[in-house]
């Protein structure tokens, strides 16, 4: 399979994903300001979520670039990675609906932290393949950002468990923001974007 084939899978993938979430959101059945104030809590964990889902667009675009050819385990890293993105709308409608409760909260930093380590081993198996002398291997380094937002990950859930559900949400949003704008380690390495 060619690498366009490959990334333009996934691009469908995390735009149905992203289709879904947004059909999930209910329509008002009226059309004043206190209609909106119960859907607050589902339109938040949308957005938060919309903004996870463009940075995993973004820094695979990015990630992608460096590929030159595509194997057979890059392609099932690629579909462990699609797996855990597509159960972003679930936890998204849950966390939401159930006004940020710590169940619904810790599941959706499970689902984020199992998307992080698959992005991680999608990464790893691509250096597998590239080598870590090519030129993602030079762009990830020792890939400190990635490291630490596991760790926020790791403990938002024990936060969300044992803590304050916001203390979790408030971590998972600094991830966000760490990586909010698009990872440049590949063109500052040598590749365009």
């Known amino acids: 399979m060619s690498k366009n084939r490959m990334e333009a899978f996934s691009d469908g993938v ?33 957005v938060l979520s919309f903004v996870y889902l463009a940075i995993y667009w973004n ?52 689902i984020l932290l199992m998307a992080a380590l698959a992005y991680t081993n999608l990464q790893r198996v691509i250096l597998t393949v590239h080598g870590h002398d090519s030129l993602l291997g030079r762009a990830v380094g020792k890939d400190a950002k990635g490291k630490v937002s596991l760790l926020m990950y790791a403990i938002g859930i024990a936060s969300a468990f044992w803590w304050k559900p916001w203390l979790a949400g408030a971590l998972y949003v600094a991830v966000a923001l760490m990586w909010l704008v698009p990872d440049r380690r590949i063109e500052r390495a040598g590749g365009a974007g």
């Open 14 to 46: 995390i735009a149905i994903i992203i289709t879904i979430m947004v059909l999930e959101m209910k329509v008002p059945h009226g059309a004043g300001w206190e209609e909106l104030k119960p859907i607050w809590p589902v339109f938040l964990s949308y």
């Open 59 to 110: 820094n695979h675009h990015h990630m992608l670039h460096a590929v030159q050819r595509v194997s057979g385990g890059i392609l099932w890293a690629n579909l462990h990675l699609l797996f855990w993105l597509s159960l972003i709308p679930f936890v998204t409608g849950w966390m939401g609906e159930n006004r940020f409760a710590r169940l619904p909260v810790a599941m959706y930093g499970v």
